[in-house]
């Protein structure tokens, strides 16, 4: 088992940036792929960025321009660099790993609230 946690989130402003990182119980490997999704209040789980083993990078059209997932190399973990943060960004943010043999980590989440 795998235990995941976030953490930098917190109240912004808009237009303010946030970055958020992920940290692992142990170290993973075989990594499929590695990502960030957000669920706001009364609405489902929805994915904001995801990373492959490769690099290939995939993102939400509301968050492209704006946001930049990474792999932290020495965690083996996804980070998340928001800038131009709206208040429709508001959600509780989750990193995600995923391996080859199929296993599925999630973390708690990191509560990001955009509010002027």
């Known amino acids: 088992q795998v235990q995941l946690v976030e953490s930098g989130g917190g109240l912004v402003q808009p237009g303010g940036s946030l970055r958020l990182s992920c940290a692992a119980s142990?170290?993973?490997?075989?990594?499929?792929?590695m990502g960030w999704y957000r669920q706001a209040p009364g609405k489902e789980r929805d994915l904001v960025a995801v990373?492959?083993?490769?690099?290939?990078?995939n993102y939400a059209d509301s968050v492209k321009g704006r946001f930049t997932i990474s792999r932290d190399t020495a965690r083996n973990t996804p980070s998340l660099q928001m800038n131009s943060l709206k208040p429709e960004d508001t959600a509780v943010y989750y990193c995600?790993?995923?391996?080859?043999?199929?296993?599925?980590?999630w973390g708690q989440g990191t509560q990001v609230t955009v509010s002027s």
């Open positions: 995600r790993t995923h391996l080859n043999d199929g296993s599925d980590y």
């Open positions: 990373i492959s083993s490769n690099g290939v990078t």
């Open positions: 142990r170290s993973i490997f075989a990594i499929n792929f």
